[in-house]
């Protein structure tokens, strides 16, 4: 299976928007607000649907961060492939609130809670967040993490 996904950090005033998910995969860890692109719909999109939808804002002047990859194994086999397009947003309409699928909680961008968030988020989030774009790749095994690689992204003139 192939997924493309999102993911929104919001920032503000030094603190950034994480939610801490309730329900799926990846239950209970923080992580920026995000998910599945729908059929028909363009990334941007997506992603201010799954920031109204999960915490009630919508983001403004989305600013693409980069692509991560996420490889999931089972029993040797590709279980599936997450394309996950990533973005900040500086400015927002809205007051963030819970929903049944999170709850949203604002860190010190020097404060992220990296132990209770997926394992890979500590090796590109703080470039992320410090306002470098990135590309990564990381392979997991029944989704524990057994490899990766992470690119700043630089443009050439
Ligand atoms: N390893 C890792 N690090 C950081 N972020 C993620 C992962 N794996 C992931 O799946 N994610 C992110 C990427 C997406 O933003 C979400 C996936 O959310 P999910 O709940 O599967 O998507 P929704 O569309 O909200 O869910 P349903 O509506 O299908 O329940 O996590």
């Known amino acids: 299976m192939i997924?493309?996904?999102?993911?929104?950090?919001?920032?503000?005033?030094?603190?950034?928007?994480?939610?801490r998910k309730k329900r799926g995969l990846g239950a209970g860890y923080y992580n920026g607000v995000g998910g599945k692109v729908?059929?028909?719909?363009?990334?941007?999109s997506a992603a201010v649907r799954e920031c109204r939808e999960e915490v009630g804002i919508t983001p403004k002047n989305?600013?693409?961060?980069?692509?991560?990859?996420?490889?999931?194994?089972?029993?040797?086999?590709?279980?599936?492939?997450?394309f996950v397009h990533v973005f900040l947003a500086r400015e927002f309409d809205g007051?963030?609130?819970?929903?049944?699928?999170a709850e949203p909680v604002w860190f010190g961008v020097n404060?992220?809670?990296?132990?209770?968030?997926?394992?890979?988020?500590?090796?590109w989030l703080p470039k992320v967040l410090s306002g470098k774009k990135v590309y990564?790749?990381?392979?997991?095994?029944?989704?524990?993490?057994?490899?990766?690689?992470?690119?700043?992204?630089?443009r050439s003139t």
């Open 3 to 19: 997924f493309i996904e999102t993911l929104v950090y919001v920032v503000r005033d030094g603190r950034v928007l994480l939610i």
């Open 38 to 44: 729908e059929e028909g719909e363009d990334v941007v």
């Open 62 to 82: 989305l600013e693409w961060m980069g692509l991560l990859e996420f490889w999931n194994y089972e029993d040797g086999r590709v279980e599936s492939v997450h």
């Open 95 to 101: 007051v963030p609130r819970e929903s049944d699928e």
């Open 111 to 123: 404060e992220v809670p990296y132990d209770n968030m997926w394992s890979d988020d500590v090796m």
């Open 136 to 154: 990564a790749r990381f392979d997991f095994d029944h989704w524990r993490l057994i490899g990766g690689q992470v690119f700043e992204l630089v």
